[in-house]
Nanobody, 115 residues
Framework: VQLQASGGGLVQAGGSLRLSCRGF????????MGWYRQAPGKERDVVAI???????NYADSVKGRFTITRDIGADTVYLQMNSLKPEDTAVYYC??????????WGQGTQVTVSS
């Protein structure tokens, strides 16, 4: 099983980026998908998770700025990031779990927000 993420980059504060992540190779469907991030010298933290029935949960630090959505048929999850701040700078990792409780991670994509 692979999770292939894309969409990171460099943006000025106040700008927007959209991350995408597609899952491949799972026999079982993904029930939850989401995004984590890890800033230099810090632990990996959850950003947003979305369930099969589109219930979304967000870290307090991104509520109102980030939106997570998914295309279940395409096993793809998106993260629309608006009003980006320098403190959003991190490597963003796609994550997914399936119906037999296996978890998977993508390779990470760098998001850099300049002030």
């Amino acid at each position: 099983v692979q999770l292939q993420a894309s969409g990171g980059g460099l943006v000025q504060a106040g700008g927007s980026l959209r991350l995408s992540c597609r899952g491949f190779g799972s026999i079982f469907s993904f029930n939850n998908m989401g995004w984590y991030r890890q800033a230099p010298g810090k632990e990996r933290d959850v950003v947003a998770i979305i369930s099969e029935d589109a219930q979304a949960n967000y870290a307090d630090s991104v509520k109102g700025r980030f939106t997570i959505t998914r295309d279940i048929g395409a096993d793809t999850v998106y993260l629309q990031m608006n009003s980006l701040k320098p403190e959003d700078t991190a490597v963003y990792y796609c994550w997914a779990s399936n119906r037999v409780n296996s978890e998977y991670w993508g390779q990470g994509t760098q998001v850099t927000v300049s002030s």
